[in-house]
């Protein structure tokens, strides 16, 4: 079966097309058996309307990578991974409220520029009136008049970096009328972590145009999360109506799932699929960050000479039920249209449960070849709920609202002003490029608007427009089809050649080798981790904490020290030769940081937290921080200046562009402004950066070396946050020694010189330990490299070269205090075609 | 059960189709899979269901929640 597609080598499109259409179940949605792919995203939300308050808050805004593999084990065994990391940061919805109780208070930053800090949630008012009818009443100021007043709106909030984590696995087997597949994954972020395991197959009827696809997975979730700092002094306790005792809330849900589908070729040119499937979960399943406004009016008292009531506001964490029934029924529909060489896709689903919502989604796609492997599609998606039985906005209760003559029985069981329950319609449309080149690799770009309003809801009854948002999804990915690649590459012997030399340069180098022919391509994927940890050390010594809370800080004091700092990289490397003396290469990067930190022996005291923001940026420390993202972008150009049969001499010039963020900042705490995050967990150099590098390679037998030296000039002399990090020039060589033809191990020195931090923050900034002053970066490294390269000589994956090396420090010389190194692990895939 | 009944039409379908292996060079095109970008699919996926009550519909399923 599969071997009749690999069989076909001549490049005969209809000839593939028809081998892949008999080897291939028609039905099943399986893309190309062995293939790569990376995707970045970003979603941004638009800002919502406050009324009256001007947030400076940003609204929410989400990176994403995501990567998969798939490949073959043996004939007809398959495996594929999934990696998936988002970090998101910026301001949600927190609770919705009678704008006339004025729930978003303003900090003034600059009341010249009318520069107002974010609206810290006001989740409490003691002192809010209501008319007879209980509607709410707006007080004049000046006139101590009331007006009454229904416009509701959001309370919002906002929180630092955050970052979610996802794996998974997945073992499939294919017979010649079936398949069957088997997963697990796991997902962490830090409040929230859940494991999944699941089984899916397919059995084929009718010459393979029918298909029954089934499936069923387990989802175990736990949250642990720690209420908002700036919101929890105003959020009740449900019995008491004192302030709530436990700032954590732990809880634990179980969700099964089951799935059953059909999926039928109506004719040459059209398919049709139709599926269902149920999920009962049960256990926790509120949203620990999101609160309900409770108003208090007590219908004994007397009406007031202005018609007005007495009333108070509290706030109470979300109550949703802890069991929820969903059913999902999709319809899809493909049908090529000959005459524009175009596809339609029509896809319809229909969602109710029992916690009351019912939504309809239709999306449609158009696929638009244009020939030379350029498509365009079009999309457009409506979506419709109405609202879940416990949403509203906000609930009230006729009983005197003091801790006396509270009684939570006249609440209602359930309630969740979470705008996501409510009733509203959502409407997207959007558009994607893909160009698909010759050698089986695919690049795409993609982009999405979308707008959610109570007035979209199909029917009447949508929630108010102070609910409604907009949004945009962005999208770029590749993907290279393995299997293609290995068939265009069969009889390459230069490749194998270039592939083998490859094969013996370690993980951690760059910038090594020049493509040897115009036309060729070369993609890898570099991983790299790096982390700190251990005693702060001065210079080339491990040092007390008091030594550093007295020096590591001039002119201050120290409070705190890092206790661990860690780096995730994930870098993309595209490089194409237009001629073949010139190699241009283009480099993405993403990264995420960790950071967590302690308390020094023998600081002085820590101000108070609700008077000092300096004491809230100390106490806060104690929470880890992260951040993530896109990092600077790459731009370069090799050139070879010397090339023999078995030596190389070449050079690479290039820049990084600032696109990475490098004026992240801490969200608010206890009403506080913490401004920006420490310097070194900014994720980009905010500068353009000079990158040079010079690379000898010689190869001898089975003996290989190479040397470098490169270096890195900041171009700008500060960045938009008002830092410069300091230039880097390091030296490397190394040695390799290929054990057979496709296994080689590699030992490599680095020295790293770099420069320390200039320039200071422009803004708000609190500096309470060693990494937060410029003079405390940069230094004198030397570490050790021992690498192993695997290059796959021959098969279906001739080509692929992996390679691993691990960055032993052996000598840290530090500018002024810092953490020691602990070690970096490279990571690189790597195809060259 | 009533649910699944709305996919008998389809089974009616099945003894209606008849396409020769030669005839399948067009469903065999990559633009006309269920599921033709599926890693842009789960974006959006996951894009949708932090901001929507409904989700799921796909097959077997699982994941993490990161609700923002």
Known sequence: MVEAVVAVTKKNSLALLIAAALALPLTTTYASEEEASFQYGHYEDGARNLFNAQSGFKPIQVDSIQTNTKLKLADRVRLAFNYTQDTWSGATPVTTAPLAFAGNRQRVIDAKKNILSGASPYLQNDAVYVDSQFNPLQQDLKTAKFTKNNQLVHTLSTASPETRKQGDLRFGYDWDEASLDIGAGTSAENDYNSSFGNIGGRLDFNQKLTSVNFGASYTASETDATLDHDAFDYIKDLKTLGKLKNKFVKGQKKDWSGSLGLTQVLNKAALVEGSVSYTVSNGYMANPYKTTAILFVDPMQKIGKNGELNAKMFAFLEQRPDERQQWTENLRYVQHVARFDASLHLDYRFYHDDWGIQAHTISSDWIQSLGDGWSITPRVRYYSQNAADFYTPYVLTKQAGNKTTFDSKLLPQNYSSDYRLSGYGALSGGLTVTKKFAKGLELQAGAEYYTHAGALKLGSGGEGNYADFDGYLVNAALKVDLATLSMANSNHTEHSHHAHHRASVPAGVMFDHVLPNAGDVMISYRYMYANQAGTTQNRTNVISDATIVNNGCEPRKCFVTPDEMSMNMHMLDLMYAPTDWLTLMLMPQFMDMHMTMRALNGAPPTPNMMTDALGAAIVHSAHEHTTGGIGDTGMYALFNLLKLSNQQLNISLGVTAPTGDSGIQLRDTHKFDLGFIHYGMQLGSGTWDFKPALTYTVNVDDWSFGAQLNGTKRLESHNKAGFVLGDIFQATGWGSYNWTNWLAASVRGVYTLQGSLQGAYRGVYHQIGAMDYGQNYGGRFVDVGFGINASMPNGSLQGNRLSFEWLQPVHDDVNGYQLPREGALSATWSYAF | ?68
Do not use: N
């Open chain 2, 1 to 68: 059960m009533y649910r699944f009944f709305y996919l008998l039409p389809i089974i009616f379908l099945w003894g209606c189709s008849s396409v020769s292996p030669w005839e399948r060079g067009t469903l065999a095109k990559s633009e006309m899979r269920l599921d033709v970008a599926p890693l842009q699919s789960s974006l959006r996926s996951h894009q949708y269901g932090s901001r929507e009550a409904a989700s799921g519909g796909g097959q077997s399923g699982g994941g993490g929640c990161g609700c923002y």
